[in-house]
């Protein structure tokens, strides 16, 4: 069965400094996508990174890169220059099939100034 | 706004109670998904529309939970019944793309919070 694993409940890190966010998943399928989302505290999931099975180069979004190691099965977050507006719950996700995604427990970021 | 927009934002109701949740899609976006958020827990797939039709309610643990959208934009998820362990946030998403496959995003809501006594 598809699953996401996120190990880190919780990070911190310092204004201006870089941070990575772990995320592992299982999958017996060829084709499939990965996702990143930020959780503020109103409660919205908001889209920041995908990357295809098929991509050949990891995804970048401004300050938001995706580290793709498909042998390792692993798609983890970096956030460049981090600000104190990053500091919220980062959910890793897995589109299942062509519209559902699964997601992971996800990683609470503290920034601290 | 012009974003998915949720009512109630916020519902206390009793256990065994009827319940309904709104969200109203991005204009235009044909498909619509709704999600479940347990405390601590990233949110579950509960069912997805393709304009007015269920394509996918494998997530709907059970038949007291039913969706609707008559009219291929708002949907009303409905609860019936209602226990403790059905205390959670719901989240409704839109998107504008058939399919994922590509960076095709969901847009999400802000959720409704829904608390059984």
């Known amino acids: 069965a598809q699953k996401i694993t996120q190990t880190q409940p919780g990070m911190f890190v310092q204004e201006k400094e870089a941070v990575t966010l772990d995320c592992t998943y299982d999958?017996?399928?060829?084709?499939?996508?990965l996702f990143w989302y930020k959780q503020p505290s109103s409660g919205e999931m908001i889209f920041l990174i995908y990357?295809?099975?098929?991509?050949?180069q990891n995804a970048t979004e401004g300050r938001y890169s995706l580290n793709f190691q498909k042998a390792r099965k692993s798609a983890n977050l970096v956030i460049s220059a981090s600000q104190l507006g990053d500091s919220a719950m980062y959910f890793c996700a897995m589109r299942v099939g062509f519209q559902k995604l699964v997601f992971g427990t996800g990683t609470r970021l503290l920034v601290s100034p | 706004g012009a974003g998915v927009s949720q009512t109630p934002s916020n519902k206390v109701t009793e256990k065994g109670k009827y319940v309904e949740l709104r969200c109203d899609p991005i204009s235009g976006h044909t498909a619509l998904y709704w999600y479940r958020q347990s405390l601590g827990q990233g949110p579950e797939f509960l069912i997805y529309?393709?304009?007015?039709?269920?394509?996918?309610d494998s997530g709907l643990p059970n038949d007291r939970f039913f969706a609707v959208r008559p009219e291929g934009s708002v949907s009303t998820l409905k609860i019936q019944r209602t226990e403790r362990g059905d205390s959670a946030v719901y989240l409704c998403?839109?998107?504008?793309?058939?399919?994922?496959?590509?960076?095709?995003?969901?847009?999400f809501g802000e959720g409704s919070r829904l608390t059984v006594l």
């Open positions: 990357q295809g099975s098929y991509d050949e």
């Open positions: 529309f393709q304009g007015t039709g269920a394509a996918d």
């Open positions: 998403a839109s998107s504008l793309t058939t399919s994922l496959t590509s960076s095709g995003e969901l847009f």
């Open positions: 999958t017996s399928d060829q084709s499939y996508g």
